[in-house]
């Protein structure tokens, strides 16, 4: 069984950066969809960001309205593990954050998530 790892969070001010981690335990194939969700308190668990991989060796990445322009996601398949870069931060960026994977081929809703981290809580500071 696949386990993710997220780590990474802290507190951050407005306009700040911050590298979430998410390491995988177990075996974590190329051919993965690899993603990102935030929750906030009272809000429902969202998308952020996704990696997929089109070809050999080419991957699309996709993101939420709310982060384009600001995230970017990483992977880096012979360590198992996936990134997200969080740039030009904002309160409403206060979440905790959940690494995602799956063998599907989308990762856009919770309900296509295989496996789920544990969260790693990112606060900004305004």
């Known amino acids: 069984q696949v386990q993710l790892v997220e780590s990474g969070g802290g507190l951050v001010k407005a306009g700040g950066s911050l590298r979430l981690s998410c390491a995988a335990s177990?075996?974590?194939?190329?051919?993965?969809?690899m993603g990102w969700f935030r929750q906030a308190p009272g809000k429902e668990r969202e998308f952020v960001a996704l990696t997929r991989r089109i070809s050999t060796d080419i991957y699309y990445a996709d993101y939420a309205d709310s982060v384009k322009g600001r995230f970017t996601i990483s992977r880096d398949n012979a360590n198992n593990t996936v990134y997200l870069h969080l740039n030009s931060l904002k309160a409403e960026d206060t979440a905790v954050y959940y690494c995602?994977?799956?063998?599907?081929?989308?990762?856009?809703?919770?309900?296509?998530?295989?496996?789920w981290g544990q969260g790693t809580q990112v606060t900004v500071s305004s």
């Open positions: 177990g075996r974590i194939f190329s051919s993965y969809t």
């Open positions: 995602a994977a799956t063998a599907a081929l989308d990762l856009r809703t919770p309900s296509g998530v295989n496996y």
